[in-house]
Each structure stands twice: as C-alpha cells, then as structure tokens.
T-cell receptor, first 114, second 110 residues
Framework: GAGVSQSPSNKVTEKGKDVELRCDPI?????LYWYRQRLGQGLEFLIY????????KSGLPSDRFSAERTGESVSTLTIQRTQQEDSAVYLC????????????FGSGTRLTVV | QKEVEQNSGPLSVPEGAIASLNCTYS??????FFWYRQYSGKSPELIMF????GDKEDGRFTAQLNKASQYVSLLIRDSQPSDSATYLC??????????FGKGTRLSVIA
C-alpha cells in the first residue's frame, strides 16, 4: 500500500483480556518495527522483523507481549492478559532496510485498558 | 544501554526566529541520525537525516552533527506557528532499530 496501515485505530479493552493489533507495512519494505509511546513519553522499542531473519524481541516488556509477521507483509502484535500500564499508543513502522534509513510510521493504535 | 537525551522543553520562540533543538547520544558507534516531527495526536514523520559530521540543510531546516562530542542538533529558521510540535531525535548503529529520545516540545508564538 501507499503507507503503513494500522488497525484498529482505537481499542478499549478490559483488564485481563487479550488484544491483537495489526500492521500492514509499505509494500516492499523488508523491515518492520513495533514501538510503544505512553502519554507524554518517547518511543519505546518493542520488536523488529527483518525479512526472514529471527525477530529481535529484546524490547518486549514481558512474556505477555508477542508478535508475528507473515513473510514480508502483515504483522500482528498480541498482548495477553492486558494490564492498565499497557495503555499507550502502539506504533508500527517499516523501512526498506534495517539500518541507516528512516522509518515510515503508521498512524498507531491507541490502546486503553480499563 | 544506548541512550538518546533531549531537553523536554517546552522551547518557546517567537515567529520568525531560529529554533535550536539539541540531542546527545551515548553510543559512540552510532552512525545515522534522524529528526522526526510529531504533532499532537499524530505519528512521527521524518524531516531530516544526517550521517556525516557537519551541517546538512533542507529548506528552513539544518541538521548539525558532531560525532566527537556525540551531539546532533536541528535548527529551524524563520520559525512558523505550524512548526509547533514535538521533535524527536533518533539514532541508529548499523543494523539495529532506531533509539529515540523523549522529544523536545517546540512552541512558536505568533
């Protein structure tokens, strides 16, 4: 597609429920990243995928967080047993390569855990 | 732990003035440096990148890099109210994800 597409744009969920966030990167972009941005804070790296290589999961805050990517297309970020501290905007970005190039961000999913 | 530090602001400048945004980074092996602009409630958008020491100009924006001092800055000339946003500095070392600073909030006063 023309840009990075994320869905849903907003998600309100009850504490303890699981949520799935979706990201559709720019066609041809081999690298895909997930970041989290809490209110008034900077971007916190979660996970990235580069082609068919094993993903870098070093930023995932707990084992409740996981992500998958199908080839070089759609990625899903799953948060199990959501907690109130998971409330944030989850941003997905993609790029042609991993290093040395800027990313294009999607519009994000605003997750609110009540 | 790789860190990118920015003054959170807010930085207030009058319309038409030069806004100077600063960023320092901890990883001496950092190779690529980016400035993103983020309007309230929106996602970040790339406005400048720089790889080599010195200045790089693009319209009203100039990025400055000093690797010896581990310092990168963004100058915005003839600041406009539409420049009011949070500016995020991001740094990358080879094939690693960008590390972002927390951003500096800029307010341009008409």
């Amino acid at each position: 597609g023309a840009g990075v597409s994320q869905s849903p744009s907003n998600k309100v969920t009850e504490k303890g429920k699981d949520v799935e966030l979706r990201c559709d990167p720019i066609s041809g972009h081999t690298a895909l990243y997930w970041y989290r941005q809490r209110l008034g804070q900077g971007l916190e790296f979660l996970i990235y995928f580069q082609g068919n290589s094993a993903p870098d999961k070093s930023g995932l805050p707990s084992d409740r967080f996981s992500a998958e990517r199908t080839g070089e297309s759609v990625s899903t970020l799953t948060i199990q047993r959501t907690q109130q501290e998971d409330s944030a905007v989850y941003l997905c970005a993609s790029s042609l390569l991993t290093g040395g190039v800027g990313y294009t961000f999607g519009s994000g999913t605003r997750l609110t855990v009540v | 732990q790789k860190e990118v530090e920015q003054n959170s602001g807010p930085l207030s400048v009058p319309e038409g003035a030069i806004a100077s945004l600063n960023c320092t980074y901890s990883d001496r092996g950092s190779q690529s440096f980016f400035w993103y602009r983020q309007y309230s409630g929106k996602s970040p958008e790339l406005i400048m990148f720089i790889y080599s020491n010195g200045d790089k100009e693009d319209g009203r924006f100039t990025a400055q890099l000093n690797k010896a001092s581990q310092y990168v800055s963004l100058l915005i000339r003839d600041s406009q109210p539409s420049d009011s946003a949070t500016y995020l500095c991001a740094v990358n070392s080879g094939n690693t994800p960008l590390v972002f600073g927390k951003g500096t909030r800029l307010s341009v006063i008409a």
